[in-house]
């Protein structure tokens, strides 16, 4: 209990010392998911019995350290949003539905980490998309995806944070809410953390096992 209190103050501790926005070399930031076409196969199984799809070309990555690329990609189908992970046969290996607040929902950026020498991070971009009743309101949420072990059945998600806003009130009022993220190693562990800032305000989000993330 102790050893916990005195991690959780050397967090807080850190957070008042860090300035900036910090990015190691071998951080990798993708861009631009949406340009190809899909596999032939892979379209016609994420389509069946849809009315409405649209889906990302494959996006190619090896996740597990065997030198073949497996496969990532987003659906929306039936207004539902989904990201699908693939084996490098292109064989279903994980599913994971993402929570949509309103129209063009998308995901628009993926950053790939190594959180410890066994654990790898994905960070999905999620704008929610966008509303408009009595105000307008678009959000755009992160997703934490870690893989453990360089083990395929081992793919965790966790909904994350708000990580951008925009909103325009009845009033006229509006604002917009950006955050910025790292990835920082604060107590030392070998494990690194996630870190959004929005102005002087700091989350921190450690990764524990399994999936399951500790928040600050």
Known sequence: MLEYINMKFMLFTLLF???????SQDERSFRDLFKAELDKEVREDSTEEAKYV??????KIDLDGDHRKESIFYELKDGMS?????????????????????????VYKVRVRNLSPDVLGLVFYFYEGLTKYTEMNSTVRLYFATIESQNLSNIY???GPIFWEEKRTRQGHYFQRPNQLSFVDFNKNGTKEILIK??????????????KWLKF
């Open 17 to 23: 010392l860090l300035s900036a926005n910090i990015y």
């Open 54 to 59: 649209v889906n990302t070309p494959l996006y």
């Open 82 to 106: 989904w990201i699908h992970f693939l084996n490098y046969d292109e064989s279903r290996l994980k599913s994971f539905k993402l929570d949509v607040n309103g129209f063009g929902a998308k």
């Open 157 to 159: 998600m966790e909904k």
């Open 198 to 211: 929005q102005g002087n305000t700091s989350s921190v989000f450690m990764y524990l096992k399994k999936g």
